[in-house]
């Protein structure tokens, strides 16, 4: 069974490490190594993550049997709480784990008392947006944003309404 350990600044090299994985594995295809490699430098990277922490962005260990096998990160926001990342590895994806991890991050919300959880997605991530939308999320918007070195993130907005 998966367990949530709260992540703590000196954890940022392992989260990194973790990400490189992941993104790589991911979003190559759908972005490009260029992209993916300047995605890690700029906000994947191990001081980026530190510096986030000590910030307050509070930023979840997934770990099963001992292994580091995901990361979730959140802020706490005035009307929402904003899912930042959200990430396992694919070997451990379609085991139940993304829901117990949102069914969790549903609990933050209502303890916070949030009506909302929100969070973007890439437009072309179709089978992330799959498996938002069988949580109960729905596109709020479409955002494209610079991210500077030449890139855009063209995403979705995507909000979970608590009930």
């Not at 069914?103 to 179709?126: G, H």
Request: aromatic share 12%.
């Amino acid at each position: 069974m998966a367990m949530i350990v709260q992540a703590r600044a000196a954890d940022a090299g392992a989260i990194a490490s973790l990400a490189e994985e992941i993104w790589r594995e991911h979003y190559t295809l759908l972005l490009g190594e260029d992209q993916v490699t300047y995605m890690l430098d700029t906000i994947q990277s191990e001081d980026v993550i530190r510096q986030a922490i000590e910030s307050g962005t509070v930023y979840w260990l997934v770990k099963e049997d001992g292994e580091l096998i995901g990361y979730v990160a959140y802020d706490l926001r005035e009307s929402e709480l904003f899912l930042s990342k959200y990430y396992l590895k694919h070997s451990f994806r379609g085991r139940g784990i993304g829901r117990y991890l949102f069914d969790e991050l549903k609990q933050v919300a209502i303890e916070n008392r949030l009506p909302a959880i929100e969070l973007t997605v890439n437009r072309e991530n179709t089978r992330s947006i799959e498996a938002y939308r069988a949580l109960g999320f729905h596109v709020l918007r479409e955002h494209v944003g610079d991210i500077g070195g030449g890139y855009v993130m063209d995403d979705y907005v995507m909000q979970y309404v608590i009930s």
